[in-house]
């Protein structure tokens, strides 16, 4: 008989006092990076704290040698050079940092009904009634006409204020509540809380002078700026315990980055591989992976390419297909976890739990497995067997039943590459809503599984 039980039924004291401390280090980091240029720029400080190094500026690289490249502040490519030749294969563990937020319009200042307000366009897949009536944070960067880049953060320091999107009363919304859940709240009707105090010299719009004159004392930004400006709106809350006995966390982002935190932590903790390990933070997964910063992007190819070059002298398009033919791949992403309150949506014998450990998907996709990369039964053999050996608890599952619907990864993308890969993550309560549940022994029993996985032979 095969079933997987709870993990935490194994956990000494010892143990558990060490899941629990990992943990503080992920909540810090989720606090701190909750866009995904935030994401980036803090995993860069902690690589280059382990020393890491620019592989742009090296002239050639040697077994044991750490090196970054950075893409456009949302890409990180982490590599440890392996013993073996590289063209013999690297161990991926490809994550992504974007997650679903409400991102400024380019022309987002308007006034309305005395209130001065931010037009927005939603990220990624979200249900839009949950982000409404809750604090909201802005960050982001703006360019100004000069060139000279403006960082922007507000609300998620201790006394700043916060920004929100408005709910209808209850009092009110008889015909609100009448419509399906995709039509409660519009796209359009996203639109952000931003000032209430008029401008006292103008006649028109005289709250969005006001907010202007502000946004131009404290940032020295114009309203033409916004055309050339990234800001994001993200929950106002850092992350925190979740249960009496807390062991679950809550927080924004966990989507993907706790697979984000668990694999940074997993590279820092590797030493000499045998074969060369790559931890690759990408973006746009939210969205279809598409751009200059997603992983249809060239700029995974491109690092390799400058791993294969200056590792053994030389460079062309045969070494580069032989080393990803001779790669494994742990596309590091989510899956979601079986909720008591929604068990319908998941046939139970195949579904990811929450406290059994990190998880692996064989395929996601929709429906007759549509838009999936559905790794072969050798490779989840290696994998298996990796995680068995490294003492790792971990479940297999698929996401929800047959025709539910269902979802897709960057996996497909690296298997194109002809590469083997298979999903590989934690499971999660409330995925895509401002606040996600994970369970702190699976988040450990993921950073063991990326490490395992990276000390294989």
Same mark, same amino acid.
């Given at each position: 008989? /095969? *079933?997987?039980?709870?993990?935490?039924?194994?956990?000494? %004291?010892?143990?558990?006092?060490?899941?629990?401390?990992?943990?503080?280090?992920?909540?810090?980091?989720?606090?701190?990076?909750?866009?995904?240029?935030?994401?980036?720029?803090?995993?860069?400080?902690?690589?280059?704290?382990?020393?890491?190094?620019?592989?742009?500026?090296?002239?050639?690289?040697?077994?044991?040698?750490?090196?970054?490249?950075?893409? @456009?502040?949302?890409?990180?490519?982490?590599?440890?050079?392996?013993? =073996?030749?590289? =063209?013999?294969?690297?161990?991926?563990?490809?994550?992504?940092?974007?997650?679903?937020?409400?991102?400024?319009?380019?022309?987002?200042?308007?006034?309305?009904?005395?209130?001065?307000?931010?037009?927005?366009?939603?990220?990624? +897949?979200?249900?839009?009634?949950?982000?409404?009536?809750?604090?909201?944070?802005?960050?982001?960067?703006?360019?100004?006409?000069?060139?000279?880049?403006?960082?922007? $953060?507000?609300?998620?320091?201790?006394?700043? %204020?916060?920004?929100?999107?408005?709910?209808?009363?209850?009092?009110?919304?008889?015909?609100?509540? *009448?419509?399906?859940?995709?039509?409660?709240?519009?796209?359009?009707?996203?639109?952000?809380?931003? +000032?209430?105090?008029?401008? &006292?010299?103008?006649?028109?719009?005289?709250?969005?002078?006001?907010?202007?004159?502000?946004?131009?004392?404290? #940032?020295?930004?114009?309203?033409?700026?916004?055309?050339?400006? =990234?800001?994001?709106?993200? %929950?106002?809350?850092?992350?925190?315990?979740?249960?009496?006995?807390?062991?679950?966390?809550?927080?924004?982002?966990?989507?993907?980055?706790?697979?984000?935190?668990?694999?940074?932590?997993?590279?820092?903790?590797?030493?000499?591989?045998?074969?060369?390990?790559?931890?690759?933070?990408?973006?746009?997964?939210?969205?279809?992976?598409?751009?200059?910063?997603?992983?249809?992007?060239? /700029?995974?190819?491109?690092?390799?390419?400058?791993?294969? =070059?200056?590792?053994?002298?030389? #460079?062309?398009?045969?070494?580069?297909? @032989?080393? /990803?033919?001779?790669?494994?791949?742990?596309?590091?992403?989510?899956?979601?976890?079986?909720?008591?309150?929604?068990?319908?949506?998941?046939?139970?014998?195949?579904? $990811?739990?929450?406290?059994?450990?990190?998880?692996?998907?064989?395929?996601?996709?929709?429906?007759?497995?549509? +838009?999936?990369?559905?790794?072969?039964?050798?490779?989840?053999?290696?994998?298996? @067997?990796? /995680?068995?050996?490294?003492?790792?608890?971990?479940? $297999?599952? &698929?996401?929800?039943?047959?025709?539910? +619907?269902?979802?897709?990864?960057?996996?497909? #993308?690296?298997?194109?590459?002809?590469?083997?890969?298979?999903?590989?993550?934690?499971?999660?309560? $409330?995925?895509?809503?401002?606040?996600?549940?994970?369970?702190?022994?699976?988040? #450990?029993?993921?950073?063991?599984?990326?490490?395992?996985?990276?000390? *294989?032979?």
């Amino acid at each position: 008989m /095969f *079933q997987k039980e709870n993990g935490w039924k194994t956990v000494s %004291p010892e143990q558990k006092a060490q899941i629990y401390s990992f943990s503080e280090g992920y909540k810090t980091y989720l606090d701190k990076g909750k866009t995904e240029r935030l994401a980036c720029s803090v995993a860069l400080e902690m690589a280059k704290a382990q020393g890491f190094e620019n592989l742009e500026e090296k002239k050639s690289l040697k077994a044991g040698d750490k090196v970054y490249i950075v893409n @456009r502040d949302k890409n990180l490519f982490l590599a440890i050079i392996g013993q =073996e030749d590289v =063209e013999k294969g690297i161990s991926f563990v490809i994550s992504h940092i974007d997650c679903p937020r409400i991102d400024l319009k380019q022309n987002p200042v308007y006034s309305d009904s005395g209130l001065a307000m931010f037009k927005t366009h939603y990220y990624g +897949g979200i249900k839009k009634y949950q982000w409404t009536a809750i604090p909201l944070a802005l960050h982001g960067v703006v360019l100004k006409a000069n060139g000279e880049k403006v960082e922007i $953060s507000l609300g998620d320091e201790p006394g700043d %204020p916060v920004l929100c999107i408005t709910d209808l009363l209850p009092h009110l919304a008889t015909d609100q509540m *009448q419509k399906k859940a995709t039509e409660i709240i519009t796209g359009e009707g996203l639109n952000i809380l931003a +000032g209430s105090l008029p401008d &006292e010299e103008s006649e028109k719009d005289a709250e969005k002078e006001a907010l202007l004159k502000l946004l131009a004392e404290k #940032y020295d930004i114009c309203e033409e700026d916004f055309l050339s400006a =990234e800001l994001e709106a993200v %929950p106002a809350f850092n992350a925190t315990d979740v249960g009496f006995d807390r062991s679950m966390i809550g927080a924004y982002g966990h989507d993907d980055r706790v697979c984000v935190y668990t694999s940074l932590m997993a590279m820092f903790e590797t030493e000499n591989p045998t074969k060369t390990a790559v931890c690759l933070l990408t973006d746009k997964e939210e969205i279809g992976s598409m751009g200059s910063t997603g992983m249809r992007s060239a /700029f995974f190819e491109y690092a390799v390419a400058l791993l294969i =070059e200056k590792t053994t002298g030389t #460079y062309n398009e045969l070494m580069l297909k @032989r080393t /990803f033919r001779n790669s494994m791949c742990l596309s590091s992403d989510v899956c979601a976890g079986v909720d008591p309150n929604f068990p319908e949506v998941h046939d139970k014998m195949n579904a $990811s739990y929450m406290g059994r450990g990190v998880v692996l998907v064989k395929y996601t996709g929709s429906r007759g497995k549509a +838009g999936t990369s559905d790794a072969n039964a050798e490779f989840m053999g290696i994998i298996r @067997r990796c /995680f068995d050996e490294g003492d790792v608890c971990w479940q $297999s599952a &698929e996401l929800g039943k047959v025709d539910l +619907g269902g979802g897709g990864t960057i996996a497909q #993308y690296v298997a194109n590459l002809d590469m083997e890969v298979v999903d590989c993550g934690v499971p999660l309560l $409330s995925m895509h809503a401002p606040f996600e549940i994970a369970s702190k022994y699976d988040i #450990y029993m993921a950073y063991k599984g990326y490490k395992a996985f990276y000390a *294989q032979k």
